[in-house]
């Protein structure tokens, strides 16, 4: 692993990368720092193919930029940091273990149900998950694990039908363990009924309404969510091959208030919410290269802060999010065929 200094165009931006491995992080929605200078990322070998999720040998390691250092923590997939705790998975028999991991205990949590897109409340007292009883099933649970108890229970079951069976993204809401955010997964041209929330009060409901265009067919392709950190809502992307305009980053509430495109000024295609909520950041789609934006909402300035390389498979694209204090951006940046990391300061972005 090497960590480099460089200015790009005005930016000064510290770099993660080597010959030798691709480096990346989880879903951009999730936390992956421990600290202002400590992160948990993934390395897989660079066979000479194209980054990928899943490749052989890869493994989870904590880095530390500051002294330029990493431990290997091995296959411990999925993962999420809040307030300095590392809270990872480990397959064992038919159960799965759910460590939670400081710089002085561990505390191991068991479940018999299968652990994937790993999210948690803001005062780490809940876990929430999805589970999908096979790859091609239709039929898709959320659940959450209390973890001051230890158990875990199913929270809903949900089902969609094929082909565009999938659910995914689950989220918790970080204010309310009762709310669970979840997508539904599929060509963004014909799914019409993307962004749905599960309330334990309220029951379910698709939690914003997609136009049609004139000929009847969808007008507005959603995706690409995540949480507000107050909990009052999702941001979300209009994506730029929605026909009918605007396009662009757009909120949906959680008492069914929803907000057109808010932020348009780039084609974007992911968002993230800042932890103190005054900051958004954002990829772009193409041509050859994918911008990283920061949006300051206090101000409404939109700024192209890096052009970062990229390609459509996951997890090749920039994926932006921020570091705990909302200080620090991360995103991927493929250079020369080597998926790298960067990080730059946020103000930096923005003058």
Not at 46 to 73: F, M, Q, S
Not at 223 to 236: I, K
Not at 296 to 317: I, N
Not at 328 to 337: A, S
Request: aromatic fraction near 12%.
């Amino acid at each position: 692993m090497k960590i480099t200094h460089e200015v790009v165009d005005g930016l000064p931006v510290t770099r993660i990368g080597d010959d030798t491995y691709h480096y990346s992080f989880g879903y951009y929605a999730t936390n992956n720092w421990l600290d202002e200078h400590r992160l948990v990322i993934t390395r897989s070998p660079n066979l000479g193919t194209t980054p990928a999720v899943y490749v052989e040998g890869r493994e989870a390691v904590l880095v530390d930029i500051e002294n330029k250092t990493e431990t290997v923590l091995g296959d411990i997939f999925p993962w999420i940091v809040q307030d300095g705790t590392l809270y990872a998975t480990e397959k064992s028999g038919d159960e799965t273990a759910i460590l939670a991991i400081n710089d002085t205990t561990c505390e191991v949590y068991r479940t018999k149900l299968t652990v994937d897109d790993l999210t948690i409340t803001a005062d780490g007292n809940y876990l929430v998950f999805g589970e999908r009883e096979t790859d091609d099933s239709r039929r898709s649970h959320g659940c959450r694990l209390d973890l001051a108890t230890g158990e875990a229970t199913v929270l809903f079951e949900k089902q969609f039908q094929k082909p565009f069976n999938v659910t995914n993204h689950y989220m918790v809401n970080p204010q309310d363990p009762k709310q669970v955010f979840f997508a539904h997964e599929g060509d963004t041209l014909y799914v019409s009924n993307r962004l749905w929330l599960y309330d334990e009060d309220r029951g379910m409901h698709c939690m914003a309404k997609q136009r049609l265009d004139g000929e009847g067919n969808l007008g507005d392709c959603f995706g690409h969510e995540c949480w507000a950190p107050d909990g009052s809502g999702l941001w979300f992307v209009k994506y730029p091959c929605s026909p009918l305009p605007p396009r662009g980053l757009c909120f949906a509430g959680v008492n069914g208030e929803q907000t057109d495109v808010v932020y348009g000024a780039y084609p974007y295609w992911h968002v993230c919410c800042a932890p103190n909520g005054r900051y958004l950041a954002a990829d772009t789609q193409g041509p050859g290269y994918s911008s990283v934006v920061v949006i300051d909402k206090e101000t409404g300035k939109e700024a192209e802060a890096y052009r970062a390389g990229f390609l459509w498979s996951h997890p090749a694209h920039p994926h932006p999010t921020f570091s705990p204090s909302s200080e620090q951006v991360i995103f991927h940046d493929l250079k020369d065929g080597q998926l790298t990391l960067g990080i730059f300061r946020t103000t930096d972005a923005l003058k």
